[in-house]
Structures are given as structure tokens and as C-alpha cells.
């Protein structure tokens, strides 16, 4: 599969790994996102989402030494920014309002994240404001 392109989008990450982080950092830069963090807390998420003005999509680790990092999900889902998890944990951890969001289990291949990132994006023809044309 062709690496997805997601030029100039910027995707929040949170998570505790610090290499984990870096690689996933790396890889979307690689394909044009605006990484911003990588956080390890739910804390300095939280502080991070309220002073980016513009968020387009977030990667967020579940449990963040031994935080969950819900609050920053609700955060996002009020703010309408998708988001996928990981998670060491298996699908027993977790709370059914972010049943929507995708996750996956660690270790997981970043393309895997990479495309389920370009999936929940919205595509310029869903946002508010744009008008259909033949061309679109």
C-alpha cells in the first residue's frame, strides 16, 4: 500500500514510550503531519490541546503510567478531533463512549496507524463550508 500523505495535517501524540514516541513522531513527519508533543501525561495533553489552536487528529497511548487518558479523549471529542488509541492492554480495558474510535493493540505497525489516522481525517468535501462541484 502507498505511504498515506498527510501534509501540513497536525496530529497531537500522547504517549508515555519514549521511543515509541519518537518513532511515530518520525514516520509522521516522514509523511507531512505537524507532529505536536509527543506529551506523556494526561496533564501535559490536556495544557497542549488548550493552547493549539488547531487540531486535526490525535494519537493517544491508553494508559500513560498508569493514568488513563480519557479526559483527554472527551477533550478532543468536544472539540470534534478524531483520534485513534494504542494500547498494550487488550480490548477489556477502555470506557464504550470511544467504542468508535479505532485502537490498537501494541506493538502495532506505525503504517497501520498511519492509514487509520488518513481514514477518520475528514476529506475537504466533508467540512463545513465546502460546496460540491462536478469537479469535486
Known sequence: MARRNLAGKRILVVEDEFFLADDLCR????IGA???????????????????????????????????????ADKLMASSVPFVFTSGYDDTVGDKRFSQAPRFQKPTEFRVILDALHTILPRPHDLPGHQQTDAS
Open 27 to 30: 514516520e509522521l513527519q516522514a
Open 34 to 72: 505537524v507532529v505536536i508533543g509527543p506529551v506523556p501525561t494526561v496533564q501535559e495533553a490536556l495544557a497542549l490541546a488548550a493552547v493549539t489552536p488547531t487540531l486535526d487528529a490525535a494519537v493517544l497511548d491508553i494508559n500513560l503510567g498508569g493514568e488513563m487518558v480519557f479526559p483527554v
